[in-house]
């Protein structure tokens, strides 16, 4: 045990006497958080719509008022056939066109559902996804209050992350995913590159030939940075509360437990990188393009999954961060317990064990 | 319990294999306890192999293996515990100071420094006026001290050191030759590779190694003695054309630059001064100088490696 202790005191020795690692620690998760929250904000506001009425009854008039009066739309023209709606595109102001089909509230009446077509210019993909969301989020909601209220039959498509979040801020969508991947950051890749170094610098030979076994010195390397990365979560956490406002509706003890979950499985998958890498440059490398890009880009938190080619839907299901994206935004804004997000756990678990097992397997107790 | 054998060390033809290259091509040698044993031999030639293998930290390819009586593979966790090694790259913690390596090396091997200090007071002595110094940015020869240091705080049975010597100045090097002495006086058995010949003097037994074979074992005397060959120190004006002038000649067997002078010998057992200064003089050479030499270890080194 004091050996194990010498080892950990060791460690915390390389990280606050390197400016660079203490930067990347705590200056990286405040920026971050910073940037994305005010800069990157994926918040509409006016944006120009055109209205293509075909019906012009009394619901499509009501529907057309609350996307109006919404705050977040300007309807720019009325537009009066199907020409005219490329037309309108092709002008680049109009970024979205609604199209109610005939005899829409006649429709509503008989059959129980009509039909809304949303258009969006999809040559900006993600600004298209977030104002069809938004319209979408504002048709469902008329249909919930407004038809439901008259006890009408209706049919309902709920797109429930609009549904909770209200507000339609966007930040609340950047704090999750920011979380998961400052965390995949410090934990898998200044794990990975501490073992790393330990080899490139020859210690490890040392390491190898005292009476430490491998999984000490593997858990003493991950102590420190586990420990750290749960400041930096907690960082995040107080600063999209107390700067954004973002609510936490859940068990925040709860939401710690996943987060330190989420903390353990990246510090295993850095173990697990740092026994395929010699150096600290290669083990950089692979946390570069293994583990940082698709956490940004398939993970669900900047470009959406459900846009996603099939192929890609399939890489992104085993990406660990998209199931801790999905954990902090339901624990967060929908204050959901154990019981709604138990498989999201429990595939982190496992990814963890998985981690942990080939990682234990695959480290060398000797040089080769 | 009475241990069996009185070697700490027993290698029988070691052979170690990396992909397509032979590095270790059946090796054998055994080291006696409290013996100082050099590996001497150049960059390449097997050493830090021999070392790795002997350490636990590389399997071999083939041939045995044994360090205090203990197989080096299937037994490595017992010899773990009683080496102290120092490979070859300087394996301190640069960010942390010369008490923290050692206070932590000391931990890790489950003791600590006052328990082993009169071990390492010698050496250590020398570094404790920069205890708080960052081990990165100690000379050359102190960081070598403190290597040293973290290899014996644990107080080993066998001391394994792989080119201790290497990049460190002329004075670090005696010095740290006079360390080890002082060590196998304590009864460390000590297994040292260099590829500086003139330390091979320093050891009790040497074994010179070039392409992955021993080429001889023996005491440093016995190696030199076994030279059986006269020698000369050769110099003129004009070095560089004098190795070729000199290979010329039908009597010179070998000629090898060694510092300002060349070292030759001859092909019969002794050489004519004077027919050799003429042929010299005839191919516009001046300022001769042929002196005979004793051989040193380099000299039995360079006639081994052109049998």
Redesign the interface.
């Known amino acids: 045990m004091n050996r194990f202790i010498g080892f950990v005191k060791k460690e915390f020795h390389h990280i606050f006497r390197d400016s660079r690692t203490m930067l990347i620690l705590f200056g990286m998760p405040i920026a971050q958080i910073l940037i994305f929250g005010y800069v990157v904000s994926n918040e509409i506001t006016d944006v120009r719509i055109g209205i293509y009425d075909k019906s012009k009854d009394h619901v499509t008039q009501e529907i057309t008022n609350k996307i109006i009066s919404s705050g977040f739309f300007i309807l720019h023209e009325n537009l009066n056939s199907d020409e005219e709606i490329e037309a309108a595109f092709k002008r680049g102001i109009v970024r979205e066109v609604v199209v109610f089909e005939p005899n829409f509230a006649k429709n509503l009446e008989r059959d129980g559902s009509a039909a809304i077509q949303i258009i969006a210019d999809a040559s900006d993909a993600n600004t298209a996804n977030m104002v069809s969301n938004y319209t979408q989020a504002i048709i469902n909601s008329y249909v919930k209050t407004e038809l439901m209220a008259q006890g009408m039959p209706y049919q309902i498509i709920p797109e429930i992350r609009m549904l909770y979040n209200d507000e339609l801020k966007g930040v609340y969508m950047f704090v999750p995913g920011t979380m998961a991947l400052i965390l995949m950051l410090v934990s898998a890749m200044m794990t990975s590159i501490s073992i790393a170094r330990e080899k490139e610098l020859g210690t490890m030979e040392i390491l190898l030939v005292s009476p430490l076994k491998p999984l000490p010195i593997v858990i003493g390397k991950v102590i420190p940075y586990m420990v750290l990365s749960f400041v930096n979560a907690v960082v995040i956490i107080a600063l999209s509360y107390f700067v954004f406002g973002m609510p936490i509706q859940g068990n925040l003890v709860f939401l710690m437990l996943e987060t330190l979950l989420f903390i353990f499985m990246a510090l295993s998958l850095g173990i697990l990188i740092s026994t395929v890498s010699n150096s600290q440059m290669v083990a950089m490398f692979i946390s570069m393009f293994a583990l940082l890009l698709p956490t940004m880009l398939l993970s669900g938190f900047i470009f959406p999954v459900e846009n996603m080619p099939k192929v890609l839907q399939w890489l992104s299901s085993i990406m660990p961060a998209k199931y801790f994206i999905t954990i902090v935004k339901n624990i967060m804004i929908k204050g959901s317990g154990i019981g709604i997000i138990w498989k999201e756990t429990l595939i982190l678990a496992g990814m963890t064990m998985f981690f942990l097992v080939m990682s234990i397997k695959k480290f060398k107790v000797r040089l080769e | 319990m009475q241990n069996q054998t009185e070697y700490i060390v027993e290698v029988s033809d070691l052979k170690k294999t990396y992909e397509k290259v032979e590095a270790v091509k059946g090796v054998s040698f055994n080291v006696s306890k409290g013996e100082l044993f050099g590996l001497i031999g150049p960059d390449g030639a097997g050493k830090t192999s021999i070392f790795?293998i002997l350490?636990?930290?590389?399997?071999p390819s083939s041939g045995d293996v044994k360090l205090l009586n203990y197989d080096v593979v299937s037994e490595?966790?017992n010899i773990?515990?009683n080496?102290g090694?120092m490979?070859?790259?300087?394996?301190?913690?640069?960010?942390?100071s010369v008490e923290?390596n050692l206070?932590?090396?000391a931990?890790?091997?489950?003791t600590t420094i006052e328990e082993n200090y009169d071990l390492i007071k010698d050496i250590y002595i020398q570094i404790e006026p920069f205890k708080d110094r960052l081990a990165g940015k100690l000379s050359g020869g102190m960081k070598q001290k403190l290597a040293l240091c973290?290899a014996l705080i644990h107080s080993p049975d066998v001391l394994v050191l792989d080119e201790p010597t290497t990049g460190v100045d002329a004075v670090s090097r005696k010095e740290f030759w006079e360390m080890l002495i002082r060590l196998k006086q304590k009864g460390i058995t000590i297994l040292v590779s260099t590829p500086y010949m003139d330390e091979a003097n320093m050891c009790d037994r040497v074994a010179l190694i070039q392409n992955g074979e021993i080429m001889s074992i023996d005491k440093p005397e016995a190696v030199i003695a076994n030279f059986g060959r006269k020698l000369w120190a050769v110099k003129s004006n004009n070095i560089y054309q004098l190795i070729q002038d000199l290979r010329s000649i039908d009597f010179i067997d070998t000629v090898f630059p060694f510092g300002e002078y060349l070292h030759v010998t001859a092909k019969d057992l002794d050489l004519d001064l004077k027919d050799l200064k003429l042929r010299l003089k005839e191919k516009n050479h001046s300022e001769i100088e042929i002196l005979e030499i004793e051989a040193n270890i380099e000299d039995c080194f360079m006639e081994l490696m052109t049998k």
């Open positions: 790795r350490t636990t930290l590389m399997f490595y966790k773990r515990t080496i090694y490979p070859q790259r300087f394996s301190l913690y640069q960010d942390l923290e206070a932590f090396f931990r890790i091997f489950g973290c």
